[in-house]
């Protein structure tokens, strides 16, 4: 065997597809999950307030401006 080989893994195609579906699931659940903390959180939820109120009422700032203050 050459270097090459020790560093394959054969698996078969069904197995594959099997792992990449848990996969898609795990972060789909993830994303799902991490919704669910958040709508949970109310001081999370009355910042979003917030944030939309002052958007919807163009009170926004340069995110150059902003940046440069933060520095």
Sequence with gaps: ???????????PQKLFES????????????????????????KFIEKMRKARKEHLGRRIRNLKVLKQELK
Excluded: C, H
């Design 1 to 11: 065997m050459n270097s090459e080989q020790l560093k394959t893994v054969t698996v």
């Design 19 to 42: 792992m990449i579906e848990a996969y898609r699931k795990w972060e789909k659940f993830g994303d799902e999950f991490e919704d669910f903390l958040l709508v949970s959180d109310e």
